[in-house]
């Protein structure tokens, strides 16, 4: 099977931008969560969806959305880019329910940088 | 507040010894752990978990220690190997079978393994 994709792999953008970023699961499955990643912060949970309704929100502004289609791909959307939007988004699934006990598979990643 | 803490950013090892990984939660009402390791310009992957009504848990090389009563968990990789050099991450959730959005990542330790 193949593993998570996420598109596009790097992206610059200005400030006051907005952007869209994808993420294909591993196929079968049904849970896709987010995260950002930056030096300071280390992983911080963005949204997670299962079949198309999301199920749990971190805690972040509003700018950051997210949603997920019938085939369990998922974008998410930042708008208003800000400089400390510039970071690693990860995009993982699970097969289950997303439940914590399983296991996530994670892409490689966004690179996003706000300039 | 920090409710996972890496203190230690980065940690170096002689290649065939053990390298020892900790970690320190905050919140007691935490009942599932979890490492991962990440490899740059790749997505982190899952490694061992332990839950709570344990306090110990092995895979191959792999075992991780839980310590509820200091709030304290440690990794320990034996024996080291070149390959192992990676960010190794733990996480921790508070609600066992609850959905993946409730996992708490620490910020990650640099592991470099020495030939």
């Known amino acids: 099977k193949a593993g998570v994709t996420q598109t596009p792999r790097y992206l610059i953008k200005t400030r006051g931008q907005q952007v869209t970023l994808s993420c294909s699961p591993i196929?079968?499955?049904?849970?896709v969560s987010w995260y950002q990643q930056t030096p300071g912060q280390g992983l911080q949970f963005l949204f997670e969806?299962?079949?198309?309704?999301?199920?749990n929100k971190g805690n972040f502004p509003g700018r950051f959305s997210g949603r997920q289609f019938s085939n369990s791909r998922s974008e998410m959307n930042v708008s208003t880019l800000e400089l400390g939007d510039s970071a690693l988004y990860l995009c993982?699934?699970?097969?289950?329910?997303?439940?914590?006990?399983?296991?996530?598979?994670f892409g490689p990643g966004t690179r996003l940088t706000v300039l | 507040d920090q409710q996972v803490k890496q203190n230690s950013p980065s940690l170096s090892v002689q290649e065939g010894r053990i390298s020892i990984l900790n970690c320190d939660y905050t919140?007691?009402?935490?009942?599932?752990f979890l490492w991962y390791k990440k490899y740059p310009a790749e997505g982190p992957t899952f490694l061992i978990s332990i839950s709570s009504i344990k306090d110990k848990n092995e895979d191959g090389r792999f075992t991780v220690f839980l310590n509820k009563s200091a709030k304290h968990l440690s990794l320990h990789i034996v024996p080291s190997q070149p390959g192992d050099s990676a960010v190794y991450f733990c996480?921790?959730?508070?609600?066992?079978?609850?959905?993946?959005?409730?996992?708490?990542f620490g910020k990650g330790t640099k592991l470099s393994v020495k030939p």
């Open positions: 996480a921790a959730s508070a609600r066992y079978g609850g959905s993946q959005g409730n996992l708490i």
């Open positions: 993982a699934s699970s097969e289950l329910a997303g439940a914590v006990t399983d296991t996530q598979y």
């Open positions: 969806y299962f079949s198309e309704t999301q199920r």
């Open positions: 196929s079968g499955h049904r849970s």
């Open positions: 919140n007691s009402m935490f009942d599932y």
